[in-house]
């Protein structure tokens, strides 16, 4: 395990991630454009949660780069990664119970979301952050939440309208979740703490 770790750190695989994700973060503010263009000016930052979470790890694997941590981006990604890429995976998921079928681009959202929540955690062992950083990490996510099914912000899919109850109820609990996944990972692991190589 420790050798895929090292594997992941070298710049050359950081830079390809980078590229790989920066892009994928544009085309994720894409496809949140028809809701952008419905939102109230205050909310325009709680919508596009995906490409968000995908920011901050840019954000993240650009100080990597430059062999430098970054511990507040480093929780804001682990925690919106893991939830927001299991999120909608379940979402489409459900999508296709619904229906009964899925179009090409939900299968394609499907695994790149699944990607976003395992890289989020197979770099843990580079991250830098404490309780205090995870803490503001939590606050973003729980409020983002109360923003989302509270003012109606969340990711529009509207064959599950009727079950916004349900999903809201879920979603609080992935929150829950994906807090715990940042602190066992990273703050309860703190021995396993990696450096990032130097080539």
């Known amino acids: 395990m420790k050798m895929i770790h090292y594997f992941l750190g070298v710049r050359p695989i950081l830079i390809l991630l980078?590229?790989?994700?920066f892009f994928g973060t544009l085309y994720g503010y894409y496809w949140?454009?028809?809701?952008?263009?419905?939102?109230?000016?205050?909310?325009?930052?709680?919508?596009?949660?995906?490409?968000?979470a995908s920011l901050f790890f840019v954000i993240v694997?650009?100080?990597?780069?430059?062999?430098?941590?970054?511990?507040?981006?480093?929780?804001?990604a682990i925690v919106t990664l893991f939830k927001y890429g299991i999120w909608a995976v379940v979402m489409n998921l459900l999508t296709l119970n619904v229906m009964g079928s899925l179009d090409p681009q939900a299968y394609m959202l499907i695994a790149s979301h699944l990607g976003m929540a395992i890289q989020g955690i197979l770099y843990a062992p580079y991250y830098r952050f404490n309780i205090w950083h995870l803490v503001i990490a939590a606050i973003w996510t729980l409020h983002n939440d109360v923003i989302d099914?509270?003012?109606?912000?969340?990711?529009?899919?509207?064959?599950?309208?009727?079950?916004?109850?349900?999903?809201?109820?879920f979603t609080f609990w992935l929150s829950i979740v994906s807090i715990f996944i940042g602190y066992f990972f990273v703050i309860r692991k703190k021995a396993a703490k990696l450096t990032l190589p130097n080539e």
Do not use: C, W
């Not at 980078?18 to 994700?21: A, K, Q, S, T, V």
């Not at 454009?33 to 968000?52: A, R």
């Open 18 to 21: 980078f590229i790989i994700n």
């Open 32 to 52: 949140y454009k028809s809701q952008l263009v419905e939102t109230p000016p205050e909310f325009l930052i709680f919508v596009p949660d995906s490409p968000t």
């Open 61 to 76: 694997l650009g100080a990597f780069i430059f062999r430098k941590n970054l511990p507040l981006f480093e929780a804001l």
């Open 149 to 169: 099914y509270l003012f109606g912000m969340m990711p529009q899919y509207r064959i599950l309208s009727d079950y916004m109850n349900e999903i809201g109820y």
